[in-house]
């Protein structure tokens, strides 16, 4: 008997669960030409540490990881081991 009820329990709440989702239409995807892409120059050679470092902070707040890594690198490169650069 309570298992006839909890099998339909889940079943309705199975249901309901696919029911509830959504299904992403063309409209609700956005893509960004390749010529839109701005893309951030590569350090500087004649750029101070403390200048890359605030670049690579600006690209890492803009969700640029991998561009800041460059800078960061750079950073690093350039004043040797510093672990504020080396924890970014």
Known sequence: MYRGIFIMLACA???LCIAAQ???SPQDTVL???GQVQRPEPPSPTAS???LELAGDRLR??????DADDYYVAVLKRCGDNAVVRNK
């Open 13 to 15: 709440s199975f249901s």
């Open 22 to 24: 959504k299904v992403p």
């Open 32 to 34: 960004t030409p390749a």
């Open 49 to 51: 540490a403390r200048e």
């Open 61 to 66: 707040e803009q969700k640029l990881y991998a």
